[in-house]
């Protein structure tokens, strides 16, 4: 389905809804919040948890290594663990230290450029905004790995986990979880012979020195090195998309390239690459106006809290200039999304190097295509002509 049906008929639904209702129902799905304040609300509340393993039972996933994956990584942990492990990284992903790689992102983003023919049709997904996405991350990490395809087939296996899977897919993305265990394995014993002073090196240290089991070591490197790619790619597309579709926005930014953050704050508001998140409640309380059971859960739409009018009015308006501040695409609280800075710099760097270099670029095809998938929004393809 094209991008402009889609976009029409799934926030007109939300829009709809919020006009009478804090919480809509799906017989195939939890409840979900859809009102802005209780999303904010509860995303960052002490009242709930993060899922510890109950997202893979609703998809159906049963099987390691999978679960092997998942139980050990942040995301699935709560309070003092999830305290703990964070503690240990997120000095590496602050504004300042991901400052130092915004020079090495142009770079790459610029050869990646470069090597486009001119007057050629390009898959800008596999010849730019992959390659960029994988670069961006396993620079931060310290991840020195050439063959960045291998890196993005993990990360689409990985969020294949999100949307049910078939026992033959489950077994193609466990076969990826195998592929990756056995390459950090690797990686592990090799930087153990030889440190430097990255990210990786960080970790194997906070486990020499008891901070971390080795399977947490081994999960937070490769949730490090996968984590963010899809949602980081998602964005990045569609800030391409919506660049070249308000061609006055995109003249101001050729103009000041500092507007670019700007712009990546508004993509985050109007299209945030994860549709909703899973909470489950860690006693009875009520959301969204109804009664929760202990470990009952619900989801969160980001989706609809950052087009809730009632906090950014003319929401379906693509408005640089507005203050969206309140925008949740990131989530809030602690478990805020960690690499929040670095998938910034990466979509801010990519796509000023993108529109500075090819300005004219045109977009193949009347519309993108849509693929919609559980959690996540995403464009099947984008091609242009150069």
Not at 41 to 50: E, I, K, L, N, Q
Not at 79 to 91: A, C, K, P, T, Y
Not at 128 to 133: A, G, Q, S, T
Not at 210 to 232: C, D, K, Q
Request: proline residues 4%.
């Amino acid at each position: 389905m094209a991008v402009t049906e889609v976009e029409a008929s799934l926030h007109q639904a939300l829009r709809a809804a919020r006009g009478t209702h804090r919480i809509v129902y799906d017989p195939l799905a939890p409840p979900m919040l859809i009102d802005h304040d209780d999303v904010y609300r509860y995303v960052a509340s002490r009242d709930v948890r993060c899922q510890e393993g109950e997202l893979l039972t609703l998809t159906g996933i049963t099987s390691e290594p999978i679960w092997a994956f998942w139980r050990e990584i942040m995301f699935s942990k709560n309070g003092d663990e999830h305290r703990r492990l964070r503690q240990i990284v997120q000095s590496a992903y602050t504004v300042p230290e991901v400052k130092e790689d915004r020079g090495e992102i142009r770079a790459r983003a610029l050869a990646l450029i470069e090597a486009f023919a001119d007057g050629a049709e390009v898959d800008l997904v596999g010849e730019f905004v992959e390659p960029i996405v994988a670069f961006g991350i396993c620079n931060r990490a310290g991840y020195d790995v050439t063959d960045h395809a291998r890196v993005m087939r993990w990360g689409r296996q990985a969020t294949t986990v999100f949307v049910g899977l078939s026992p033959e897919n489950q077994q193609e993305t466990g076969d990826a979880f195998e592929d990756m265990f056995d390459h950090l394995d690797e990686v592990i014993a090799r930087r153990q012979a030889h440190p430097q002073d990255k990210v990786i090196d960080r970790l194997i240290a906070a486990h020499n020195d008891g901070r971390m089991s080795y399977l947490e070591l081994r999960a937070m490197l490769g949730n490090i090195v996968i984590g963010g790619y899809a949602t980081t790619q998602h964005a990045l597309i569609w800030l391409i998309w919506y660049l070249y579709h308000h061609r006055d926005v995109l003249i101001r930014i050729i103009a000041e390239p500092e507007l670019i953050a700007l712009a990546v704050n508004e993509l985050l508001r109007i299209e945030p690459p994860v549709a909703a998140t899973f909470r489950t409640a860690k006693q009875d309380l009520e959301a969204g106006g109804c009664p929760f059971k202990e470990s009952e859960t619900f989801m969160i739409s980001f989706l609809s809290a950052n087009r809730d009018e009632r906090i950014f009015p003319e929401p379906d308006r693509f408005d640089i200039d507005r203050d969206n501040r309140r925008q949740l695409a990131f989530g809030a609280g602690p478990h805020r999304c960690l690499g929040a800075s670095l998938a910034r710099a990466i979509i801010e760097e990519a796509a000023l190097a993108l529109f500075t270099q090819r300005p004219q670029l045109e977009i193949s095809g009347a519309d993108s295509e849509w693929s919609p998938t559980d959690g996540f929004r995403e464009l099947a393809d984008l091609h242009i002509k150069l």
